[in-house]
């Protein structure tokens, strides 16, 4: 069973930036894909990038692009997320999670297929 615990966030001005960290406890043999979810208020949740075990393949939504970069510290056992020049509507609760139990998806579109989640950890960007 995998727990995860996410770490980081808090507020900033736009412009700065903010390194999130996703902590993973117990047995991640059968993970595949692991990815960071966002929700602003008053919006559906959704895909911000996901890297493959391994780390053989990245997705990220366009309009974090060339300003957020998704990573696994094996040392650590961390999911890690930087985010750079970030801007107000970057604002939500995000969330980390896991593809587990047998799927071998991995990507942003089916966020069924993320087994495992943790509590999320709010970022809020002032203008």
């Known amino acids: 069973q995998v727990q995860l615990v996410e770490s980081g966030g808090g507020s900033v001005q736009a412009g700065g930036s903010l390194r999130l960290s996703c902590a993973a406890s117990?047995?991640?043999?059968?993970?595949?894909?692991m990815g960071w979810f966002r929700q602003a208020a008053g919006k559906e949740r959704e895909g911000v990038a996901a890297?493959?075990?391994?780390?053989?393949?990245?997705y990220y939504a366009d309009s974090v692009k060339g300003r957020f970069t998704i990573s696994q510290d094996n040392a650590k056992n961390t999911l890690d997320l930087q985010m750079n020049s970030l801007k107000p509507e970057d604002t939500g609760m995000y969330y980390c999670?896991?593809?587990?139990?047998?799927?071998?998806?991995?990507?942003?579109?089916?966020?069924?297929?993320?087994?495992?989640w943790g509590q999320g950890t709010q970022v809020t960007v002032s203008s």
């Open positions: 117990g047995y991640t043999r059968s993970t595949y894909c």
């Open positions: 999670a896991f593809v587990d139990g047998g799927y071998w998806y991995c990507g942003l579109e089916r966020q069924s297929k993320y087994t495992i």
């Open positions: 890297l493959s075990k391994g780390g053989t393949a990245t």
